[in-house]
């Protein structure tokens, strides 16, 4: 089973791949076999907004190898334009089934992200490494990284965190540090690990350590993450989702419906 295999939905210029997680998963691991590596991008509604007006996200996602829906609105915009997709892929919830998957072949990941810890303790990458390894049997850990704030910004940090993780060498590399800086740190890591295979998972390994608690199943079915999120980070979350996002994703759905009539 090979990318090219499936054909894509395309929503305001962005090509979204019709697959299923566990088709995703089934790619993954017959690249990794195959000693390919790649690229898997999971656009929200926020990221497809973001697509129109910076042209350095739409050169992410032109990067991608894999682009998946995050977002039940791009699911719904599909439907209504008569290219269904089959289902909502989360970064959330691949976090956990590419664990597994690469789990069954021994494979390797190295955690990226997660909060810093305190007083000594573990920090979110290692804690959601360890919750990983124990409920994926199999996986191997190659490594884990919690960057400080800004780390990006000095040039010898950023140098010894990219070195660090190149050491380990991985099959997969989950990088939580929001887009779009998870996005340029795996566009840094890619040209130097083409073997390996990166996805930029927002928030899944905060939800991974259980330092932030992600939405009752019922609310990710029906299209209500972000309502949840909003409510656990209103100061950071508010502007975003209720001034841009949300009538974008009107005019998103509006569009869909209208191409299709």
Known sequence: MTVEAFDRVHLDGTGIDRITEAEV???VREAITLGR????LTPNVDILRQAQIDAGV???????????????PLVWASRLSGTPLPERIAGSSLIWSLSRGLGHDRRSIFVIGGAPGADG???????????????CPG????????PQFGFEKKKRTYARFLAEVVRAKPDLVFVGLGFPKQEKVITRLRAEMPKAWF?????????????VERAPLWMQRTGLEWAHRLGTEPGRLAKRYLKHDAPYAM??????ASRRR
């Open 58 to 72: 739409r050169v992410h996602l032109d990067d991608a190898d894999l682009i998946v829906a995050d977002g039940m």
């Open 251 to 256: 005019r998103l759905l509006a569009g869909a």
């Open 37 to 40: 590596g790649g690229r898997i």
């Open 121 to 135: 303790a573990q920090n979110g990458a290692a804690r959601a490494a360890d919750r990983l390894a124990r409920e």
């Open 25 to 27: 998963v089934a790619v």
């Open 139 to 146: 996986l191997r850990i190659a490594g884990t990284s919690c």
């Open 199 to 211: 996805i930029g998972c927002g928030a899944a390994v905060n939800f991974v350590a259980g330092d």
